[in-house]
């Protein structure tokens, strides 16, 4: 098959699966088993097999035949999709769908009643010969749809017994349901297209990276050494007492690892591990593309990453546009009071405490006389309009409704001088019909308004006003992170804002042996539509440097990152990298409220694998060779479940 | 940069890593710690940059100059390879060798101490204009050979301290330093090409498979449920107490439910885990080519992996010509005692019982009257006249000289009437000076003979007898499998002799039900020069079928795979596929001695990194959250060594 010929398929393919079967299924006659004879006795009939037969028993796929076809003798299999007036099969797969005609005369009586008979879902290979369907009959729905093939042979491969649920798109299963049958929740066409463009975009990427860009791909190990403080990382017990790797949050040490190998670029598809218990929607196990680079800086790796994407993406998700708007975490918290904005709309956060400078009332006074202290405001555009039906969970901020005549409608507006309810109107831009939130008090307070803006954004979409285009991809770099942040339990220690690799910028470098808090990392987040899918750094590349922030900034023992050290002080070039969450990256593409809808057998919200029940209880004769015995909480037993 | 381009740069890349650099350095004067400026600031020096430097502070790499770049103002970065007469400084980075010619002007002083000072590995970046060696100076070793940059500026990027080893491949370094400096040990130039090669491969094998012929990349979890038996499956504890997750060995169970969901065509690059304590160059978790692919038979599994292989081998490695050759079981054990023969040698088993009929050699008599006795030997061609050196373990094994004179020389011989040893030189087809290995008794003989093969293979190449082409891969197809072995414990049962889900040979199907032992798997193996390379079936995709094999041919509790047979009854297409172990595959490739080398950052022999230490110890209160705690042997306590 040439490669021109492929791309044809690929499009085809998709066309096919955009688009969902339609016509409503008629139950077909009681589920009768055939017997079935062995598919490879059937080979030499598809030995005229074209480039989509190659290697199978069939001659083509489902959605393949068109009416250059006609008069061909073929040979598919499929899925049974549905019977339709004892007149037609329809037969399903990967491809499309392909109308069988039954034939109906006296002789092939039992070649009728095999095909009528079948149970829905069960599998056919089936011969026949390719005709034009009737004039008027033609389904201009599906690819398919000007042919049909008229049967002279079938083979039942497998009966399919009563399932669970139907294979139709509209019909809405539950979460556990599709979860414990996945196998059957797969053959949907929504799932059957995120899994292939998943598979083509990762495609993508690779040509991008080693074709066209010199990438190395390297595999790393996932049985390590446990991370300092690693507390997020799941233990593998060896066979030796007391010992145990640990399953890597990402493959940061080896990526710097390779570029002190001299590997120079360095690429990974890399399956990452973070047992977060109980946290919604992550999963155990998540994939990552891992990026590595040396002799480089910031803008080279925004470079090659605006360019990754512009070449992988979907044809059918429009077009990307590097290069992509990059925003400082201060001006992102200013703005959106959050470090990963949505930028595919506005409503940004405004410093109003100059219109109120005078203001005798009391708690935006106080909050005014605090140190850092402000008043911020967010305007919702036509939001008066739909404020009844809003109910928001911050009811303690105060709000104002800006009437459609043009006035101030709130408790707290009446409290307003004249010149500081316009100067407010003017500074938030309010249009008559807005409504306008406001926070008093510290810096602290931009987050809440920012969670605020976003629940606006949702509460009008579901109000039907429309605030962001669902078909956009707002790309954003966000950089000049804070590189070191206190500790939540004791703030007068610093912890890395990201990991103990980031290299400071380099005007704040000095600030590291004097005032490592006010000191900026070179990180940087990529933003899409207001999640972050990347984040990366350039690193530390001095082992001195290195060691100072661990030792003196952290406070941490660099003797467990020795071998770093050691690495750094061996002729380690200057470097940087990034990695992009590839399950949160297809999941925004493919417009998916959960990246569980692109994995293929994802983990439950509990971290169950409800199709084998994963994990499950292991004998202690088991787990004998690897010295480790479970300590059972008290009310719980051995093997047993709550008491 | 085009693909072109990247193809020009792919091959000059390979061309220099192949050719080790040769010229033995000088050591240069006391290491000095120049201070460094950030390299960031510099970029604006870099932007004239070509292909090669996108996204990077240089304009070209280390291998890249010609004289097509005579006059150029360039900037290189890379390490200090040796410095030569402090005149010049041999600048190495992942693409080749640069000669960076030192300025001896009174004026650059600085300059020049900054260079001549250098310890070898220090990472520099260097700017300067290219210029042809002076006539006589080339260098017709390294493709840069004709060309020199001479330096105007030089920026330290680090100052490498003293290594463990030198960075040349003609040093020789332990298997314990190569572990522990894995980051200096992968600069050689060996590795940086083994890296490369995988790297290069696997994108062929996937531009042969996603782009060529359809097939869908899907990632499959990691974490999952223990295998009924899997005794070798690491488990890795849940958050629920008693609970444990399992590393897979394969996505066996994955990929078949994958068809089961219609994928198709299915195809990964999977990361198995197994845990094998010591076995000696295994790894606790290594890398397959997953396929599966539905609707299809053995013949067109071997097609795919044929044209897999033929399309993604390295050029400089010769050519793949399908179709290989395809033996079944019985020949392979009949001719070659194994089941994996190395084909690039004859020396056969033949069976000489034929010569003995008659014999009045007591032990000879006693072998041909067992059940399925025999006797079988091997001709060693010239291996008499080797055969001195030659200390075989098998001392018990009677063998025959065939002296340079045509008479046979043994106390056995003498025993052999004339008729008889006739008759045995003519079977075995000796010449003047070859050696005949015997051995007699039942079947189970064989595989001591095959070994015996190979081993006197290795004494006479270890004698310069040429027997084996060292470049030439023999691939090889072995089929016709027995489905179940007796069980080595208790010979009575039967076991799968590969997994409980390998299919039936059509004809033997029936014997399923009566003579279980008799029937042939649809499993076949690809052997290249004698290691087994991969390995799979087609798929049992009936679930009464599956049930009858797992309840009752292995008696095994089908409700642990509830799950897989449920999938069977909802749908299953026929199906096969294959797992080829890249790892070995690539050791093959290269001539590596040990997988070791064609992995990153391998395991230790013990399944140790050297490099980090894991395994290694993990708090009590590490382990709290999963409900585990070690149970220390007689003789070690927590935290500490052997007593």
Redesign the interface.
Known sequence: ?S?KY?AL??SVLLATLRRPPTPRPRACGAARRTSFS????L?AGSSSAAA?G?????THSCGELRTAHLGEEVTL?G?VQYVRQDLFVIL???SGLTQILIPQDESRLVLKKTLCDLPL???I?VRGKVRRRPEGQENKAILTGEIEVHANNVEV??I??K?PFEIKDFVKKSEGLRMQ???????SSQM?YN??L???L??KM?EYL?????????????????TPGG?KE??????????????PQSPQ??KQ??M?????RYFQ?A?C?R?E?SKPDRQ??F?QVDIE?????????R??VEGLLQYSWPEEKGFVSPPFPVMTYEEAMRDYGVDKPDTRFEMKLVDISGAFHNTQIQFLREALHQPGGSIQAICVPQGAVSSTHMHFSFSHLPSDNFGADGTLKSPLSRLLPDVSRQQLLQMVGAEPGDLILLTAGTEGRRPLLGRLRLQCADLLEGHSVKVRDPSAFHFLWVVDFPLFLPKEDSPEQLESAHHPFTAPV?ED?HLLYSQPHKVRGQHYDLVLNGSEIGGGS?RI???SEQRHVLDTVLQEDPSLLS?LL?????????HGGIALGLDRLLAIIVGASSIRDV???P?SFR?H?L????????SEE???P????????EG?T??GEDQ
């Open positions: 098959m490669c492929t398929l690929q062995r598919c490879s006795s080979r989509h190659r290697f199978t028993l069939r299999c899925w399903r797969d990967f879902e069960s599998v290979m491969l497998n399919c017994q399932l049958y996945r196998y059957l929740d797969l053959r059957q899994l292939r998943r598979s083509r990762v495609m690779r080693c074709n066209l860009h010199g990438f190395v791909d390297v595999e790393t190990p996932t049985l390590f050494k446990r507390a799941f233990v593998v017990p060896s066979g030796e007492p007391g010992r145990f790797y640990s399953l040490q080896f690892l390779l002190v190998a001299g590997i120079d598809l399956r591990y047992d218990g155990p196990e994939t680079m040396s002799f480089t800086d910031q803008a080279g790796i470079d090659l380099p470098a350039i590349h001095s082992a071998h050691e690495a750094l002080d061996s002729g380690a070039p200057p994995i293929a057998f983990k971290g694998d199709m084998s029940h994963a994990p499950d209880f292991v088991d787990l004998r690897y010295h480790i015995k479970v300590t059972w909480p719980l051995p093997g």
